[in-house]
């Protein structure tokens, strides 16, 4: 079974900055790839960032690219994502997902999720 713990959300104004972290246990982090996914209120979970199991390969929302950056550690078991330059549409419950598979389908399809963690950009 895999573990996946999500930290770093918090209160940020608009403009800021906030690096979210998921650490993960349970299967050879390696062999996973990793991605982050989050639900704002009242819409459905969407899609945010991924990275492919050596951090060769990345992919992100329209939404978000050029102001996120997804990044993993696999000696720390551990993905981040750096998110710069937040408005209020980033507002949302942030959850990190881990797929085990041989392919990069740029979108994970998740086999395992974390519980989330809230950011909220507001002034």
């Known amino acids: 079974q895999v573990q996946l713990v999500e930290s770093g959300g918090g209160l940020v104004q608009p403009g800021g900055s906030l690096t979210l972290s998921c650490a993960a246990s349970?299967?050879?982090?390696?062999?996973?790839?990793m991605g982050w996914f989050r639900q704002a209120p009242g819409k459905e979970r969407e899609f945010v960032a991924a990275?492919?199991?050596?951090?060769?390969?990345?992919y992100y929302a329209d939404s978000v690219k050029d102001r996120f950056t997804i990044s993993r550690d696999n000696a720390k078991n551990t993905v981040y994502l750096q998110m710069n330059s937040l408005t209020t549409e980033d507002t949302a419950v942030y959850y990190c997902?881990?797929?085990?598979?041989?392919?990069?389908?740029?979108?994970?399809?998740?086999?395992?999720w974390g519980q989330g963690t809230q950011v909220t950009v507001s002034s």
């Open positions: 990275i492919s199991w050596s951090g060769a390969n990345t």
């Open positions: 349970g299967r050879t982090f390696s062999t996973s790839v």
């Open positions: 997902a881990a797929e085990y598979s041989n392919s990069w389908y740029r979108i994970p399809r998740p086999d395992y």
